[in-house]
């Protein structure tokens, strides 16, 4: 982690505390908009992830599913098979999380999730779905509209 942000102790403290946790954690940080909480995330890890993705306003699953995969791509550096579905993307991320390290933490941020949750998307289910499955996995939202537990509030 990088220096103090300012006023963020307590945030700072929560999300210092999930990485040293001996289990994974899931974090989500909710707030009204344009208050900073991507720019809490990306300068408390150094914008370090081990992947990250941002939801796009108003784009159908299709599109978003395709977006996720491209960014799995980017971290990974390996072609993906194509996902219909975002079980089949999660699937994709598993495997993908699978190659790095298992003796740390894995960051994931995933921001705008909201827009990545379309009606009958089945975005929450898939993330869900595999989440026992995950090695050491730090999950970040950016918004929480999916009735998801929130963790801070910024």
């Not at 992947?51 to 599109?63: E, L, M, Q, R």
């Not at 898939?126 to 537990?149: C, H, Q, R």
């Amino acid at each position: 982690m990088q220096d103090r942000l300012v006023s963020r102790n307590r945030e700072c403290d929560e999300l210092q505390r999930c990485l040293e946790s001996d289990r994974s954690e899931f974090v989500i940080i909710s707030g009204r908009r344009r208050i900073g909480k991507t720019y809490l995330i990306d300068k408390f890890f150094n914008y370090k992830y081990d992947f990250t993705i941002v939801g796009v306003h108003n784009t159908p699953a299709s599109v978003q599913i395709q977006n996720f995969m491209r960014a799995i791509k980017r971290h990974s550096k390996k072609r993906q098979p194509k996902a219909e579905t975002w079980y089949d993307a999660f699937n994709a991320l598993e495997d993908y999380l699978e190659t790095l390290p298992p003796d740390r933490k894995k960051v994931i941020f995933i921001d705008e999730m909201p827009w990545m949750d379309t009606q009958r998307s089945n975005f929450v289910n898939a993330l869900f779905s595999n989440a026992d499955t995950y090695i050491s996995i730090v999950k970040l939202l950016s918004e929480n509209k999916s009735g998801l537990p929130v963790r801070l509030y910024v």
